[in-house]
T-cell receptor, first 112, second 110 residues
Framework: SQTIHQWPATLVQPVGSPLSLECTVE??????LYWYRQAAGRGLQLLFY??????ISSEVPQNLSASRPQDRQFILSSKKLLLSDSGFYLCAWAGTRNQPQHFGDGTRLSIL | EDQVTQSPEALRLQEGESSSLNCSYT??????LFWYRQDPGKGPEFLFT???AGEEKEKERLKATLTKKESFLHITAPKPEDSATYLC???????????FGAGTTVTVRA
């Protein structure tokens, strides 16, 4: 069966520091991969998606970037964090665009 | 732009007291409507996909229905373990993203 892992589970970072969040999927090949952010009281917002190695599409302009160095690895990064980058970051995978997305347990990011 | 509105924001139920959650949506060409369950501090857990008006899906005490403008998630005789936030999302044809509502937080008291 397929599993998705995200780490770290929680992270506290100072403003202006860099960021790297990692997501890996097991038990499948060539999945579609997604990064969402969930703000309190609001719906999940798609940040990036990837349909293959090195292929990244951005949904919203922001201070973040994403990379997919391996088939089942998706990384969310920032060079300099802003206060507004605080939130709950969720990674998801799907077999194809037409299949349900399955989520990891997220990273709670707090910026001080 | 796709829009999803869920109501109510919060719902408190006694164990065994059935109720329904509403998800109203606008989307240019619906590919699918999705229901997820989210526990505190966890990622959403997939429940159902509905593709066309009139479709229904069931899982234990949950039943999801779909019309051209809204979806309902019916909880029959809920138990405390059904307490969670339920999220609704839509996906347009030829799109990758899911557009989510803000969710309904359900609390079931024993």
């Amino acid at each position: 069966s397929q599993t998705i892992h995200q780490w770290p589970a929680t992270l506290v970072q100072p403003v202006g520091s860099p960021l790297s969040l990692e997501c890996t999927v097991e038990g499948t090949s060539n999945p579609n991969l997604y990064w969402y952010r969930q703000a309190a009281g609001r719906g999940l917002q798609l940040l990036f998606y990837s349909v293959g190695i090195g292929q990244i599409s951005s949904e919203v302009p922001q201070n973040l970037s994403a990379s997919r160095p391996q088939d089942r690895q998706f990384i969310l990064s920032s060079k300099k964090l802003l206060l507004s980058d605080s939130g709950f970051y969720l990674c998801a995978w799907a077999g194809t665009r037409n299949q349900p997305q399955h989520f990891g347990d997220g990273t709670r990011l707090s910026i001080l | 732009e796709d829009q999803v509105t869920q109501s109510p924001e919060a719902l408190r139920l006694q164990e065994g007291e059935s109720s329904s959650l509403n998800c109203s949506y606008t989307v240019s060409g619906l590919r699918g409507l999705f229901w997820y369950r989210q526990d505190p501090g966890k990622g959403p857990e997939f429940l159902f996909t509905l593709y066309s008006a009139g479709e229904e899906k069931e899982k234990e005490r949950l039943k999801a229905t779909l019309t051209k403008k809204e979806s309902f998630l019916h909880i029959t005789a809920p138990k405390p373990e059904d307490s969670a936030t339920y999220l609704c999302a839509v996906q347009a044809r030829n799109d990758y993203k899911l557009s989510f509502g803000a969710g309904t937080t359900v609390t079931v008291r024993a």
